[in-house]
Nanobody, 116 residues
Framework: QVQLVESGGGLVQAGGSLRLSCAASGRTDVIRGMGWFRQAPGKEREFVSA????????EYADSVKGRFTISRDNAKNTVYLQMNSLKPEDTAVYYCMCTAAEHRYWGQGSQVTVAS
């Protein structure tokens, strides 16, 4: 089992920045990758970004490329999502996710609200 605890959401004006953090605990030795998804009201959960745990490979949704940056600190078992140039359409609950030992685990979700 892997437990994920998120922090860093909040309210920001359009054009502003926020950084989300996700700390993993438990069976962190079997983590293969971590990432972020988001779900806006009335919409399905969508992929935002992902990063390999032993490699430096990263992926981004087209809607956030050039604005969001994912990074990790393996020593702290933590993944970060730096969000810059935020837009009102980025408003959503952001969920941290990790893949470990053929399972997928989710964080509790962090609300990000971008005011126009």
């Amino acid at each position: 089992q892997v437990q994920l605890v998120e922090s860093g959401g909040g309210l920001v004006q359009a054009g502003g920045s926020l950084r989300l953090s996700c700390a993993a605990s438990g069976r962190t030795d079997v983590i293969r990758g971590m990432g972020w998804f988001r779900q806006a009201p009335g919409k399905e959960r969508e992929f935002v970004s992902a990063i390999g745990w032993s490699s430096s490979s990263t992926e981004y949704a087209d809607s956030v490329k050039g604005r969001f940056t994912i990074s990790r600190d393996n020593a702290k078992n933590t993944v970060y999502l730096q969000m810059n140039s935020l837009k009102p359409e980025d408003t959503a609950v952001y969920y941290c996710m990790c893949t470990a030992a053929e399972h997928r685990y989710w964080g509790q979700g962090s609300q990000v609200t971008v005011a126009s």
